[in-house]
């Protein structure tokens, strides 16, 4: 009995150390994650002060936005052979070296070409770093846990704006928009460092660990990359997430500029301000993370936690931003709109869970690497759309309304198409088989 006991105390305690290192490692990855959303946010950050230095137009600008999110798309393409033919160790660090110094030219000798190129480039490398981010964290947690592990991931986002956004803007503001753009690269030097010391591949890569656990995955053979693509429960996913990111570029891209020319607040104000939306979203990521992943353990359907509860909360926020543009009291649309992009942001950790559910463990990076690619273009729609509206509207404020109304109205149908549509438990049996 004695000996029994002891047997028990050491395998709970040899489980208990596997999920310290399993959230130790995905806080890693989040980390990185923190520094691939402030790369994103510094564009709209440093906006003003940068656009009145090179004499850019709304339109202009918004086209580099979209340009970035363009050679975003295409390099999520390229998320599957980078696992195949390197470690998730050396393509992250890789691609890390790469965001940190492809901003430093602009830095150097601004100008139109520069910063098009820059930011094309950062998009390029950020391009298949997010399914290789989600793969790396998957790989330490089961498909029943991955909600909770995907929505830090997605919260990187919220933490990044609530942490590095008011400190952007306050060095922006004081030192100049280049002072901002040096700090990232910094930052990505640390995380480097970090990454080169602490990391370690998971038990649930799907590529044959030296020593599996009694909770690692079978072998499982592959499936033709067809089945998955285009199953209802994949294409359905794709629309509504197209939406719902070109939300969220608007918001890195442009939320500062309407802030400060829409419903004229300072550019520190503006700046600091990004963290509203962000706790929202930060708040409500972590609550449905935690939530569904119970409630799947619960014996909960995977379309009813990751379909159907994700949907509702887009379809709350295309009524709260096709109402925007009837709400003139500035702090009321600051708080209207934070609550939409926080109920659609639960969208990305819910159907992220689901979509790696639906392919074998060795084909979730390429997998990933499609849907996030395909999502991305909703990166390259949304900035510039925004920036031709705002031109050709009556006033700043109106532009920018009428753009979230139009994301509004669009996410709603799209949550529509998904509720019809996907169901995650009949495709992954109708792929896997």
Same mark, same amino acid.
């Given at each position: 009995?004695?000996?029994e006991? %002891?047997g028990?105390?050491?395998v709970?305690?040899a489980r208990?150390?596997?999920?310290?290192?399993?959230?130790?490692?995905?806080?890693?990855?989040v980390f990185?994650?923190?520094i691939?959303?402030?790369?994103?946010?510094?564009l709209g950050?440093i906006?003003q002060?940068m656009t009145?230095?090179?004499g $850019?137009s709304s339109?202009?600008?918004?086209m580099?936005?979209?340009?970035?999110?363009? %050679?975003?798309?295409?390099g999520?393409?390229?998320?599957?052979?980078?696992?195949?033919? *390197?470690t998730?160790?050396?393509?992250?660090l890789?691609?890390?070296a790469?965001?940190?110094?492809?901003?430093l030219?602009?830095? #150097?000798?601004?100008?139109?070409?520069?910063?098009?190129?820059?930011?094309?480039?950062?998009?390029?490398? =950020?391009?298949? &770093?997010?399914a /290789?981010?989600?793969t790396?964290a998957y790989?330490?947690?089961?498909?029943?846990?991955r909600?909770?592990p995907g929505?830090?991931?997605?919260?990187?986002?919220?933490?990044?704006?609530? $942490? +590095?956004?008011?400190?952007?803007a306050v060095?922006?503001?004081?030192y100049?928009?280049?002072?901002?753009?040096?700090m /990232?690269t910094?930052?990505?030097?640390?995380?480097m460092a970090?990454?080169l010391?602490?990391?370690?591949?998971g038990?649930?890569?799907?590529?044959s660990?030296?020593n599996?656990?009694?909770?690692?995955?079978?072998? =499982?053979?592959?499936?033709p990359?067809?089945?998955? +693509?285009?199953?209802?429960?994949?294409?359905?996913?794709?629309?509504?997430?197209?939406?719902?990111y070109?939300?969220t570029?608007?918001?890195?891209?442009?939320?500062?500029?309407?802030?400060?020319?829409g419903l004229?607040?300072?550019? @520190? !104000?503006?700046g600091?301000m990004?963290? #509203?939306?962000a706790i @929202?979203? *930060?708040? $409500?990521?972590?609550?449905?993370?935690s939530?569904?992943? !119970?409630l799947?353990g619960r014996g909960?359907?995977?379309?009813?936690?990751?379909?159907?509860?994700p949907s #509702?909360?887009? *379809?709350v926020c295309g009524?709260?931003l096709a109402?925007l543009p009837?709400?003139?009291?500035?702090?009321v649309?600051? #708080?209207?709109?934070?609550?939409?992009?926080?109920m659609?942001s639960?969208? +990305?950790?819910?159907?992220?869970?689901?979509i &790696?559910?639906?392919c074998?463990?060795?084909?979730?990076?390429?997998?990933?690497?499609? +849907?996030?690619?395909?999502?991305a273009?909703?990166?390259l729609?949304?900035?510039?759309a925004?920036?031709?509206?705002?031109?050709?509207a009556?006033?700043?404020?109106a532009?920018?309304?009428?753009?979230?109304q139009?994301?509004?109205?669009l996410a709603?149908?799209?949550?529509?198409?998904?509720?019809?549509?996907?169901?995650?438990?009949?495709d992954?049996? &109708?792929?896997?088989?």
């Amino acid at each position: 009995m004695i000996v029994e006991q %002891t047997g028990d105390s050491v395998v709970a305690q040899a489980r208990t150390d596997s999920r310290r290192r399993a959230w130790a490692m995905t806080g890693l990855v989040v980390f990185l994650y923190i520094i691939n959303y402030a790369d994103k946010a510094i564009l709209g950050i440093i906006a003003q002060p940068m656009t009145r230095e090179l004499g $850019l137009s709304s339109t202009q600008f918004g086209m580099i936005g979209s340009l970035f999110f363009l %050679t975003f798309t295409i390099g999520g393409f390229f998320a599957g052979p980078l696992n195949k033919y *390197l470690t998730l160790r050396w393509a992250l660090l890789i691609l890390a070296a790469v965001w940190s110094v492809v901003m430093l030219p602009f830095v #150097i000798s601004a100008s139109l070409l520069t910063l098009l190129v820059g930011r094309m480039l950062l998009g390029l490398a =950020e391009g298949p &770093s997010s399914a /290789l981010m989600h793969t790396a964290a998957y790989a330490w947690h089961p498909a029943s846990k991955r909600g909770l592990p995907g929505a830090f991931l997605m919260a990187a986002g919220s933490i990044a704006k609530i $942490l +590095f956004a008011p400190i952007l803007a306050v060095v922006t503001a004081n030192y100049g928009w280049r002072t901002a753009v040096v700090m /990232l690269t910094v930052l990505g030097v640390a995380w480097m460092a970090c990454w080169l010391i602490g990391w370690t591949e998971g038990p649930y890569a799907g590529k044959s660990p030296k020593n599996p656990t009694a909770d690692a995955v079978d072998a =499982e053979a592959s499936v033709p990359w067809r089945k998955i +693509f285009m199953s209802r429960t994949f294409l359905s996913c794709c629309a509504l997430t197209i939406v719902v990111y070109g939300l969220t570029t608007v918001v890195l891209t442009w939320l500062p500029s309407y802030f400060e020319r829409g419903l004229g607040y300072s550019a @520190v !104000q503006s700046g600091s301000m990004l963290a #509203i939306p962000a706790i @929202v979203a *930060l708040t $409500l990521l972590l609550t449905s993370g935690s939530v569904t992943d !119970q409630l799947i353990g619960r014996g909960a359907s995977s379309r009813t936690v990751r379909m159907i509860v994700p949907s #509702i909360g887009v *379809l709350v926020c295309g009524a709260i931003l096709a109402a925007l543009p009837l709400i003139d009291i500035p702090i009321v649309a600051v #708080i209207a709109l934070s609550i939409g992009y926080g109920m659609a942001s639960i969208t +990305f950790p819910l159907m992220n869970a689901a979509i &790696s559910e639906l392919c074998p463990p060795q084909q979730t990076a390429g997998t990933m690497g499609v +849907f996030l690619a395909v999502m991305a273009i909703g990166g390259l729609i949304a900035p510039y759309a925004t920036g031709v509206i705002v031109d050709h509207a009556a006033t700043p404020a109106a532009g920018y309304s009428q753009a979230f109304q139009l994301i509004g109205v669009l996410a709603a149908v799209a949550a529509v198409v998904v509720l019809v549509f996907a169901n995650p438990d009949r495709d992954r049996r &109708s792929i896997r088989g």
